[in-house]
């Protein structure tokens, strides 16, 4: 326990999951401080995802956080390897949490909004805001020309604003495949961008 988590990030996938494995073998063979033990190595990283995810929001993520934690306590017991680095089972309840949180914010209107007519408009004029719906139109579509995992790669990179450690945890991939897929998908996205030129 006393290791130091190392900082190449496919080391620190193959750091965990040994630390995961060890952890787990101690569960199964009923030791319940395991689990505990677990959760210290993910909450962290947990941690600094819902911030990233969910800075827009900017509403307490500790609860976030907990919901998080929460469904791991029950899922960790049930867990079996498939392959995939352990913090990418992390990411996926991870982000369905997130997006939960997303859903529930949506639906909640306690919160009271300023009369419209009491402040001047900071906003752009009807002709700047129809300039930038038609340009974003043009971008999502050209967006959506790519292959579903480089547009689920730029979208945690670019809209979310993760990291390509985070990304490559939530997608269940590297972070040099992650650069890679991210940097074929601008280079097609830049020669479309000249096509229509």
Sequence with gaps: MGEREPRDADAADEWMDAQIRAHLERLHAGD???LADILAL???IVARKVRYRMASLGTAHEDVVQEICLALVKAIPTFRWDGKPFMAFVSGIAAHKIA???RAR???RTEPLADPCQRPD???GPE???LNAELGAHARSLVDTLPAAQREILHL???I???SVETAHAVGSTPGAVRVAQHRALNTLRKRLKGQA
Excluded: K, S, Y
């Design 157 to 159: 990179r670019f809209v």
């Design 42 to 44: 993910v909450r962290p």
């Design 106 to 108: 949506g639906r909640d």
């Design 122 to 124: 900071p906003g752009v």
């Design 128 to 130: 700047q805001a129809a």
């Design 100 to 102: 939960d949180a997303f």
């Design 161 to 163: 604003g993760l990291g």
């Design 32 to 34: 319940e401080r395991a």
